[in-house]
Structure formats: structure tokens, C-alpha cells
């Protein structure tokens, strides 16, 4: 469609805008938010009457969670339909990296669904085995690498870029796909961690989306990149509306998922927008970079590895729960006070990982 409105607006100097990426972005904010807005309810009543019990809670977590019982989860799919449509609206469906991107976060969110569906229906907190699950993240994630590389400059494509530094790079060769895996798995299960609080991970996403969508704006913008000696990545300036885009849905998401949450992110969604943030921290060359915008989801992630190497081999635990947002709620901290102290934790590193962009 933007195809046809890009090429349509030069015969018409008034539709010029459409070619232009910040405004399409604008347009994506706009509209995945006013999807979600419109459809949103009828959703959640579809996911309610489907789910009966909901979400099952965790028996061993804070006590003030067994008040949540009920609430349906898979919102993921709200964010999820949001984004794909209004990516189909102001996309340019010409552009590699747009499929890409859609592709891993669709294909995550399968997982996620899986995953959610089988808590559902067997009212167990655990979902379908950890192995297989990663393992079909890894698949999805390689190929998806493998796309990036081939679509990308030989041997710019598979070579890490370090912040700070102008010319640093290191050329991984065919590596890199085991390092771009790492990076999008990783960022998945991150996010998936994170999401454990009404309105906690899914502000986070939409901070590291933002910060995304003007990396992904520089680093595809020759003249940008240029001033600020990043590396140009051609092509990967249009991923600014994929992030414009889960903002906006990511703030529709937010009306329902605030506290009280009427309906959870679930897996679906969580999974998803961390694949989506790693993979568009592969194209556009700042991977080191996502683990500082995306350093709140690094530590829960870390937490609970910490947690789980620490019970396994001294017999105790480093954390009162992990992760490690549980903990801060058995300290005493109340859950809005966890969520909006998360919040600011993320904006905080989000404007450090920006600050890269120009210290170099």
C-alpha cells in the first residue's frame, strides 16, 4: 500500500508526506493505538469467555498476586494484531528488514501462544518444556540472522559494532549467527521475565521501542549516521515505524494492563517484543547498545540466573524471589511502587544507551 501512496504522491505534490519516514511513523503511533483502543474490549471479552479461570498464579509468589485469578491472559495478541496491521497500513512492504522483523516477532509470539495456551488449559503455572521452546526461538532467530547478513553488506553484515568507538568492528564471519541468536533469544526471554507485574514490561518495551525507532531512523539516514559516526545500514530507516508502531499499540495495551490489569501480556506478547527489540538491535548494528536500553530486562534476566546457579550450588538463594521485581515486593515495596521505579530505571538507561549515538 505505501508502495502505491509513495509513488501516487508524486503526481500529487499534497501526499508527499508518505514518503517521508517520520511521518509514517506518527501515522503508526496514531493507529496501532486506536486499534487496540477500538478492538481491545471486544478481545479481551472473546479471551474471557475462551480462558474461563484465566491465568494461573503462582502459588509461591507475593499473596497480594492471588487477587489476580481470573484475569485473562494473551493480550499479547492485542499488541500483536495492532502492530502487524498498522505495519501493513504504513510500512513499505518493498523494505527486507520490515518482513524480517515481523517475521521473528510473529513466529515469537506463536511460541508465546503455545506457551500461554497450555497454562490455560491445564491450569498449571508451567508451560511446555523449556528445551523444545528455545530451541524453536533459536531456529526462528537463525534464520532471521542468516536473512540480515544476506541482505546486508558481505562482511559489514556479519561484524559487531562496538559503542563509543567510530570505526571499531569485529568481523564474526558466519559466527555472527550464533552471536544474533544469543541477542534475539536472549532479549525474548528477558522481556518474558520482566513481565510479571500489571503494566511492567510493557512501558519498558515501549522506551526501548522509541529509542530503537530513532536509532533505526539515524543509522538508515546516510546524512545522520554520518554526522554522528555510526554506522550506516541501508534500509533499516524504515524500521521506525515497526517501533512507532508497537508504541502505539504498546499504549493501548497499557489502558486495559494497568492496575488493576484486565488482562495480562502473557507470554504471547512478552516473547514476541523482546524478539522484535532483538532483532532490530541486529539490523541496525547496536546489540551491545539494546543491553543498555534494555538494561532493566538484562537484570531480571540476570537475577533469576543468579538465583537459580546459587540454590543449585550453595543450597541458598540470593534473592528473596526471583525475578527480581518479587523481591522488591517481599522487601515491602507495593506493586505500583515496583512498576513506576522500574519505569524510571528503564528511562534512565534508555537515555544512556541514546547518549552512545553521540559519545564517540
Known amino acids: 500500500m505505501l508502495t502505491f501512496l509513495a509513488e501516487f504522491s508524486w503526481a500529487f505534490p499534497g501526499l508527499n508526506l508518505f514518503r517521508y519516514i517520520t511521518f509514517r511513523t506518527g501515522g503508526a503511533v496514531m493507529t496501532g493505538a486506536l486499534f487496540v483502543f477500538l478492538f481491545g474490549p471486544w478481545i479481551i471479552s472473546q479471551l474471557r469467555l475462551k480462558q474461563g479461570k484465566g491465568q494461573p498464579i503462582r502459588t509461591d509468589g507475593p499473596a497480594t498476586h492471588l487477587t489476580k485469578r481470573g484475569t485473562p491472559t494473551m493480550g499479547g495478541l492485542m499488541i500483536l494484531s495492532g502492530l502487524v496491521a498498522t505495519v501493513l497500513i504504513w510500512g513499505n512492504l518493498s523494505n527486507p528488514y ?10 515469537f509470539g506463536a511460541i508465546g501462544f503455545y506457551d500461554d495456551y497450555l497454562k490455560v488449559t491445564k491450569q498449571t503455572h508451567a508451560g511446555y518444556s523449556g528445551k523444545a521452546r528455545l530451541a524453536m526461538e533459536a531456529v526462528i532467530a537463525g534464520v532471521a540472522v542468516f536473512a540480515i547478513m544476506h541482505v546486508g553488506q558481505p562482511g559489514f553484515s556479519s561484524s559487531l559494532a562496538f559503542p563509543f568507538f567510530k570505526n571499531l568492528l569485529l568481523d564474526l564471519g558466519f559466527f555472527f549467527v550464533a552471536f544474533g541468536v544469543v541477542v534475539i533469544v536472549g532479549a525474548g526471554n528477558a522481556v518474558n521475565l520482566t513481565d510479571g507485574l500489571d503494566g511492567l514490561a510493557i512501558v519498558p518495551v515501549m522506551i526501548a521501542a522509541a529509542s530503537f525507532g530513532v536509532i533505526s531512523y539515524l543509522a538508515g539516514n546516510a546524512v545522520f549516521a554520518d554526522y554522528l559516526q555510526i554506522h550506516f545500514v541501508t534500509g533499516t530507516g524504515e524500521l521506525a515505524v515497526v517501533c512507532g508502531a508497537v508504541i502505539g499499540a504498546g ?20 516473547l514476541a517484543m523482546g524478539g522484535m527489540l532483538g532483532t532490530i538491535a541486529v539490523a541496525t548494528k547496536h546489540e551491545i547498545v539494546l543491553a543498555i536500553i534494555g538494561g532493566l530486562f ?8 543468579v538465583q537459580v546457579a546459587s540454590f543449585k550450588l550453595t543450597g541458598k538463594r540470593v534473592f528473596r524471589m526471583a525475578p527480581i521485581h518479587h523481591h522488591f515486593e517481599q522487601l515491602g515495596w507495593s506493586e505500583p511502587q515496583v512498576v513506576v521505579r522500574f519505569w524510571i530505571i528503564a528511562v534512565v538507561l534508555a537515555l544512556v544507551g541514546l547518549a552512545t549515538l553521540k559519545l564517540r
Open 98 to 107: 520490515v518482513w524480517i522483523v515481523l517475521l521473528v516477532t510473529i513466529g
Open 298 to 305: 538484562v537484570l531480571e534476566a540476570v537475577s533469576v540466573i
Open 251 to 270: 499504549l493501548g495495551f497499557l489502558w486495559f494492563n494497568a492496575p488493576p490489569a484486565q488482562i495480562f501480556m502473557g507470554d504471547t506478547g512478552s
